[in-house]
């Protein structure tokens, strides 16, 4: 096993790099913590990311005006003091993509992520200027060329297994690192993007490969909370999380944490911590994993709303081998994602997240109906309580079921993940924000300690 390296991985996201006053502040902070031997992890300036959508699909039909992007980066070059034709380069080679883009009349996957890489290749540039107009040497390094590798899986590029390159690499760049996060190249030297908010992903495997003490992922908010605060405004700040508790509370609708980012820490048994990058004093959230016996509990409820259920009821499903292969192989055929999956002995039901495809959905349940009736509801909701407390407590699951018959809230589905960490429960999205009020009020009202 490698000797853990000192160096602390600190992911910034866009929130973070949204104007020149979150960039002094975090100059402000690296300064301050120089001791860790920093290497950074930058998203797009906020809102960047989804101008750069826009714009590659403009450019298909027409010729786009670059104009308010550039403005936009060079107000915040500006503001910081910095050359304002810092980032021209690169957007003379935007400038040609989109144009070749209007030529062909078509974006292709490939396209499209060349397109987005630019928002963090950019804002790299500004922050690593920044630190360095302050009197902390960086150098703005693209994680492609630093050898992140991924399949050819546009939009949602797989990551690779690191050779050692890595580190290797990062080894010979003067002062702190200043990555780009969300960003690989495939094997044959193609642009690839890790999805939305990879750049947690990417902090999460540059960690890894470099055995980091801690991984930080610095944000808006002071870590993570029981619930999402705009809809329980008395959510709290959660000290500490299992890796299983984090990855659960991630799928199941978090916005704090990408879902797959735990993975390379986990691996490594690297700690991850959530800050706030607005109040680095604060003590955020740590993320290791595991946790004192005596400290187990319900530590959160997590919700997604927008769902769709599909339940398929057929009596020949008793005692058929291979008959949820079949199911499953539906949806597969038509890429689309099951999330929660509820069985019994002659019916199945599973949630779909939003933006399933109506078509595909449609031709989903036609394949359905061979096997039998198909009754699809839309409009749910998902809420998904999470901590071991629902194994090792008695009594957890009568205090989920009590508070929502008392509201009267009609439970649609039921699930248990395998893992005992979680219990799902899919209500009408009307009832969904009634629910989660209820049920943070059970578990973490001041006077109970769930």
């Not at 690296?30 to 826009?54: K, M, Y």
């Not at 380069?89 to 883009?101: K, M, V």
């Not at 690192?177 to 540059?206: E, I, W, Y």
Request: aromatic share 4%.
């Amino acid at each position: 096993m490698s000797k853990p390296s000192s160096r602390i991985v600190k992911k910034f996201g866009g929130t973070s790099l949204q104007d020149a006053a979150s960039i002094e502040t975090i100059c402000q902070l690296i300064q301050d913590r120089l001791a860790d031997q920093p290497c950074l992890v930058v998203s797009a300036h906020a809102g960047v990311t989804d101008a750069l959508i826009e714009l590659a699909e403009h450019a298909v039909h027409e010729e786009v005006d670059l104009g308010p992007l550039v403005r936009r980066h060079q107000e915040i070059l500006r503001d910081l003091g910095l050359p304002t034709d810092l980032q021209t380069p690169l957007f003379r080679e935007l400038e040609d993509l989109c144009r070749g883009i209007l030529l062909v009349g078509e974006l292709s996957p490939r396209s499209r992520d060349y397109v987005l890489s630019f928002g963090e290749r950019a804002s790299s540039l500004c922050l690593a200027a920044a630190l360095s107009a302050r009197g902390t040497p960086a150098t703005a390094v693209d994680a492609a060329e630093l050898g992140f590798r991924s399949d050819s899986n546009f939009g949602q590029a797989n990551l690779l297994p690191d050779d050692g390159r890595i580190a290797e690499n990062l080894a010979k760049v003067e002062g702190v690192p200043v990555v780009t996060g969300f960003l690989a190249k495939d094997t044959q030297g193609n642009r690839t993007t890790l999805g939305r908010n990879g750049s947690d992903l990417s902090a999460a495997f540059l960690g890894n490969a470099i055995d980091a003490r801690e991984i930080q992922i610095w944000t808006d908010v002071d870590g993570v909370l029981t619930a999402d605060p705009r809809v329980v405004p008395d959510a709290r700040l959660i000290q500490a999380l299992s890796y299983d508790e984090a990855s659960e509370l991630a799928f199941y609708g978090a916005k704090v944490l990408h879902p797959s980012s735990l993975l390379p820490a986990i691996q490594k048994s690297i700690p991850v911590r959530v800050l706030n990058t607005h109040r680095p004093k604060s003590p955020g959230t740590l993320i290791l994993g595991d946790l004192p016996e005596e400290d187990l509990a319900v530590r959160c409820i997590a919700h997604k709303t927008g769902l769709t259920m599909v339940s398929i009821l057929s009596s020949r499903m008793l005692a058929q081998p291979g008959f949820l292969a079949r199911i499953f192989r539906a949806f597969e055929a038509q890429e689309i994602s099951v999330d929660v999956v509820a069985t019994s002995e002659v019916s199945v039901s599973v949630t779909l997240d939003p933006g399933t495809s109506p078509t595909r959905l449609a031709k989903v349940r036609q394949e359905l109906e061979r096997i039998g009736t198909v009754q699809i509801e839309e409009d749910l909701a998902l809420l998904c309580i999470i901590g071991h407390g629902i194994q090792h407590r008695t009594g957890v699951p009568a205090r989920v079921f009590g508070p929502l018959q008392r509201a009267g809230i009609t439970i649609r589905m039921i699930s248990m993940g395998a893992l005992k960490v979680n219990l799902s429960l899919v209500v009408r999205d009307q009832d969904c924000e009634r629910a989660l009020r209820a049920l943070h009020k059970e578990f973490f009202s001041p006077q109970d300690k769930p």
